[in-house]
């Protein structure tokens, strides 16, 4: 049983130090022995938990997925009326803590080995699932009240995901600090008209 504490509560903190070395090295120039000296543990640990390094990466999409599942159950929506939790939602999928919570350049090494590892794609894609999930919750609840109408909650979902995408980055590639919060607002906007016609 403390074996499996241990572990429950090594693990994630490996994976932490994972994601900090692939920021430094990028992915290809990550690796277990790294890991291990950056947080001064013998490699063989690492080894015992995860494996390779491919299980590892694979270990840390579900790990990242775990903490925006976190974050956004943390993210209280302090309010009972359909309208008022629809446009808190879009604050909170549009805010600095959202936006920031993982760093672009760490996501797009983990995006590209998709390409080339099976295993890794299909975590990301249930990522995705679960995230979108979540949001179609929201609206599905909304929906129920009778004062909102959403025809399809999973495709609006969908939609509102694939524009978080792209606004995320779009903005790191083309947005400056200046402009950031009036491009922010512009997103809560077109968020809101998607919902709206859902």
Same mark, same amino acid.
């Given at each position: 049983?403390?074996?499996?504490?241990?572990?429950?509560?090594?693990?994630?903190?490996?994976?932490?130090?994972?994601?900090?070395?692939?920021?430094?090295?990028?992915?290809?120039?990550?690796?277990?022995?790294?890991?291990?000296?950056?947080?001064?543990?013998?490699?063989?640990?690492?080894?015992?938990?995860?494996?390779?390094?491919?299980?590892?990466?694979?270990?840390?999409?579900? !790990?990242?997925?775990?903490? +925006? =599942?976190?974050?956004?159950?943390?993210? $209280?929506? %302090?309010?009972? /009326?359909?309208?008022?939790?629809?446009?808190?939602?879009?604050?909170?999928?549009?805010?600095?803590?959202?936006?920031?919570?993982?760093?672009?350049?760490?996501?797009?090494?983990?995006?590209?080995?998709?390409?080339?590892?099976?295993?890794?794609?299909? !975590?990301?894609?249930?990522? +995705? =699932?679960?995230?979108?999930?979540?949001? $179609?919750? %929201?609206?599905? /609840?909304?929906?129920?009240?009778?004062?909102?109408?959403?025809?399809?909650?999973?495709?609006?979902?969908?939609?509102?995901?694939?524009?978080?995408?792209?606004?995320?980055?779009?903005?790191?590639?083309?947005?400056?600090?200046?402009?950031?919060?009036?491009?922010?607002?512009?997103?809560?906007?077109?968020?809101?008209?998607?919902?709206?016609?859902?």
């Amino acid at each position: 049983m403390k074996k499996r504490q241990n572990a429950e509560l090594r693990k994630p903190d490996i994976l932490n130090h994972y994601y900090k070395v692939i920021l430094k090295e990028g992915l290809e120039g990550a690796s277990i022995a790294k890991v291990a000296k950056r947080m001064k543990i013998n490699p063989s640990l690492i080894i015992h938990y995860f494996g390779n390094k491919d299980n590892m990466t694979v270990a840390l999409v579900d !790990h990242m997925s775990r903490r +925006y =599942n976190k974050l956004f159950m943390n993210m $209280k929506i %302090e309010t009972s /009326d359909p309208q008022k939790r629809l446009d808190r939602l879009v604050e909170i999928l549009c805010s600095d803590e959202w936006y920031k919570h993982t760093d672009i350049s760490g996501d797009y090494s983990i995006i590209s080995i998709s390409f080339r590892n099976k295993k890794v794609l299909k !975590h990301l894609q249930d990522m +995705y =699932n679960d995230f979108i999930k979540l949001i $179609k919750r %929201e609206l599905e /609840d909304a929906s129920a009240s009778g004062k909102i109408k959403i025809n399809n909650p999973e495709r609006t979902a969908e939609l509102i995901v694939s524009t978080l995408e792209g606004y995320r980055h779009f903005k790191h590639f083309y947005i400056d600090e200046a402009a950031s919060e009036n491009f922010r607002e512009d997103m809560e906007k077109t968020l809101k008209q998607i919902i709206q016609n859902g």
